[in-house]
């Protein structure tokens, strides 16, 4: 039997929007002004899916907490520079999502994202109406704790049983592993299916038409 869901939540970036590049180039500029190594793109987005705080720590953790704190605001700076450019959503997002709104399910958002940078997407995006909540590091706790996926299910009265964690993260899984629900992979975005296949997710998706289909067939 085909299990079936109430509640789709979503990471942002890498899974909904294209915006891993962007980030990776931030984090290189924001290093740079402070006169950090530069750890390379694929190290950078290794991290993408954890809080900002967090991710600083991983990428360099013998810097003392004023430098550390230095790197965020600078990340901060380059990130929502306009001079830097937009991150896009993916080909085929808004017909996906549009489509899952006019199905009925519940959906929501958990990202490493500030509420600040989530807010501003939204706003860009128009898309605050597509989804029943939203979750952010900074107010809740990083991935891979499961605190963003309990609020989420607490807020709209859904079990973890009928709960659908999606990410492009082994953080987006492992989060989904400790709430004890169900998550599906995408491997277009940090991550790739080998590594990802190592958390157990239902399936992974190598576009999004492939997800949009899986997801539309999983409808309670």
Known sequence: MTK?????????????????DHISS?????????????????????IIGLGLAEAMAELYPDADVTTQKELCDRYRHHFFDESNGKSSLFDGTHEMLA???????????????????????FDETGYHSMFHASR???????????HMLHEIMSE????????????????????????GVDCVAVSYGVH???????????????????LS??????IK
């Not at 869901?5 to 915006?19: K, N, P, Q």
Request: proline share 4%.
């Open 26 to 46: 931030s984090l290189a500029a924001a290093a740079a002004d402070i006169n950090l190594v530069d750890l390379g793109t694929e190290r950078y987005k290794g």
């Open 99 to 121: 489509s899952l709104k006019e199905k009925g399910p519940k959906m929501a958002v958990a990202t490493g994202k500030a509420r600040r940078g989530l807010t501003r997407v």
């Open 136 to 146: 952010c590091a900074d107010e809740s706790g990083s991935k891979p704790a499961p």
């Open 192 to 210: 790739g299916c080998e590594e990802l296949q190592q958390h157990s997710p239902l399936t992974c998706c190598e576009n999004i038409a492939e």
């Open 156 to 179: 709209l009265n859904v079990t973890p049983d009928k709960t659908l964690m999606i990410g492009d993260s082994k953080y987006d899984m492992q989060m989904a592993n400790n709430a």
């Open 213 to 218: 289909d899986w997801l539309h067939m999983h």
């Open 4 to 20: 079936k869901f109430e509640l789709y939540i979503f990471d942002w970036d890498g899974t909904l929007m294209d915006s891993i």
